[in-house]
């Protein structure tokens, strides 16, 4: 029996869809079931959470979970669908501590926001950036620049008048 | 002429074609003629008033262009093949560059080797203001001369001399260690051309 198929049995109000993700069993939950089919996939004995990635959509976002089992050496990948307009999902950091910077990432690049969450703040892009580039409606015309404040911190700027050359 | 079994043919030779022994250079000046690389001592002899000036501009160009150092700094794969240049192998100790410092302050020569992120930028010009003048800068492979494959990315400079000048570009993705010795060559007839004597047509 296959780890989705188990998942299905135990839980059969909250996993929407099942199929396949590449060679990886894969399901699709409600986004409300997710802290309580986080916890049942730990007891199932998924371990690891390897990664955590957003995909703009348009008119909805997903969030994809992929799990691993060192003892079974088997994958998971969980999908939950997220409002557009207020990408909102539960954190996974109270089950799995390595969640937190996977999810402060997909924040970052995404916009995904996760209740819950210690420490939601950017980790790759300085405070401060416009937007998150990974969404579909990021402006890519405007150029933000970076520049090193007194005690050091990031400042972003679009015009740059720092940082270029006067010619 | 018949010996052992071999045939020997008599040799002639000519006396005109050899050539006298090369004088040995003993003062200061023979030196500096003997080098090569300051071949106008005797030209600016014959200009009085010029000698001077661009005598010391090309003692201080062929001075700076022989131990440039460059400083420890490298962003991405272009600075392993930066190391590679600097191994045994290609060995850039033989244009006195064998040295890289850990410390701006004491380089010359700034290798920007590698991608220059939006994050990175205001580093990398911080690093440059950081060294003495004389400095120059050569920009390694297509990222840091255009931005190259990310040249539409939101994160990346679109070439390093949007910040700093540049003296030379070499192009690759990542270039090859001959690239880079041929990037270090060009620089060198570069630095030789600098200074006052270079503009008044005495650097011949």
Redesign the interface.
């Known amino acids: 029996m296959s780890a989705t198929d188990e998942l299905k049995q135990k839980l059969p109000a909250a996993v929407v869809s099942t199929g396949m993700q590449g060679n990886k069993p894969m399901a699709v939950i409600k986004k409300e079931e997710l802290l309580n089919v986080a916890g049942k996939v730990k007891e199932m004995g998924f371990d690891h959470l390897s990664v955590i990635t957003g995909t703009d959509y348009k008119d909805h976002f997903e969030v994809v979970y992929n799990f691993y089992s060192y003892n079974k050496k088997q994958n998971l990948v969980l999908k939950v669908i997220a409002d557009h307009d207020k990408p909102e999902v539960d954190s996974l950091t109270s089950l799995w501590k390595g969640a937190d910077w996977l999810e402060r990432e997909t924040y970052d690049l995404v916009g995904i926001r996760f209740t819950g969450h210690p420490n939601l703040v950017r980790i790759l ?2 405070d401060g950036w416009i937007g998150h ?1 990974l969404q579909k409606d ?1 402006d ?1 015309n405007t ?6 404040g007194e005690k050091g911190e ?1 400042i972003v700027s679009t015009d740059g008048s720092n ?3 006067r010619k | 002429m018949e010996e052992g079994g071999f045939r020997v043919d008599p040799v002639t030779i000519d006396t005109t074609k050899i050539k006298p022994a090369k004088k040995k250079p003993v003062t200061a000046l023979e030196k500096l003629e003997d080098t090569g690389l300051i071949n106008t001592v005797l030209a600016a002899r014959e200009r009085e008033g010029m000698i001077l000036f661009s005598t010391i501009d090309q003692v201080f160009n062929w001075a700076r262009l022989s131990s440039l150092w460059p400083v420890t700094s490298g962003l991405a794969c272009c600075a392993i093949e930066m190391m590679g240049t600097a191994m045994a192998h290609h060995d850039i100790a033989r244009f006195g560059m064998e040295i890289f410092r850990a410390s701006p302050r004491q380089s010359d020569l700034m290798f920007v080797a590698g991608t220059v992120t939006k994050k990175m930028a205001p580093r990398v010009k911080q690093l440059y203001e950081m060294m003495p003048d004389p400095k120059w800068v050569i920009a390694v492979g297509s990222c840091a001369s255009t931005g190259g494959p990310y040249i539409e990315s939101y994160a990346v400079l679109k070439g390093v001399d949007l910040i700093i000048p540049v003296d030379v570009y070499i192009p690759g993705c990542p270039p090859r260690p001959e690239a880079f010795l041929y990037g270090i060559i060009q620089l060198r007839e570069k630095i030789k051309n600098e200074g006052y004597g270079a503009k008044w047509g005495l650097n011949k």
Request: aromatic letters at 14%.
């Open positions: 892009l300085p580039p990021y890519m150029e933000q620049f970076v520049t090193i990031d940082l270029l050359r």
